[in-house]
């Protein structure tokens, strides 16, 4: 069994999803937002760092998530945008780190990929295939699908690396025989 927060980063809104595996077996825990700010307010870059920082960490106190796994940095057309993302990245991964948590990194073609099954999918297939897979009452925001798409992307994987790991096991059984 493990228990996966997955990361959609920004800097201005950061979502998280919690879903627990066991076996093929994925249910969701949660989902959300962390709002580092509000519309029309601008808060110093260090401010919302440590928002984000401290958002994910209270998440991380608050599950105990046992695996964590979060969106790439894209190449944006704005360069400045692309930075930002990357430090909105590097708060959340600390925050992994400083429990411990070993951080997952999943290009948003990869986690398109895994959950809609074609890695050009747009915002509401991942959301439409997410409500699915998870069986939700209500589509949650956008930022909180995707980052429950980056948890989901993390179980078929690692999935898919167990799997692959018994098949071995096997074919070195046969070959001691």
């Known amino acids: ?57 209270e998440l991380i106190a608050q599950f105990q998530p046992t695996e964590f796994a979060i969106e790439q940095v894209f190449m944006a057309r704005n360069p400045d945008s692309a930075l930002k993302l990357g430090q909105a990245r590097g708060a959340a991964i600390v925050a992994a780190a400083r429990h411990d948590l070993v951080v997952a990194e999943y290009s948003a073609r990869q986690i398109k990929q895994a959950v809609v099954g074609t890695g050009g999918a747009d915002k509401t297939q991942v959301q439409h295939m997410v409500v699915q897979m998870l069986k939700l009452p209500v589509t949650p925001q956008a930022d909180a699908a995707d980052a429950l798409a980056v948890a989901i992307c993390h179980c078929h994987t690692r999935q898919s690396l167990v799997s692959m790991a018994g098949a071995a096991r096997k074919t070195v059984r046969r070959r001691l025989r």
């Open 1 to 57: 069994m493990a228990i996966i927060l997955g990361i959609d980063p920004g800097s201005r809104l950061t979502g998280y999803g919690l879903v627990k595996q066991t076996g093929s077996r994925i249910e969701y825990l949660g989902s959300g937002c962390i709002r580092i700010v509000k519309a029309n307010e601008d808060k110093p870059l260090g401010e919302r760092l440590r928002i984000i920082h401290d958002g994910v960490a």
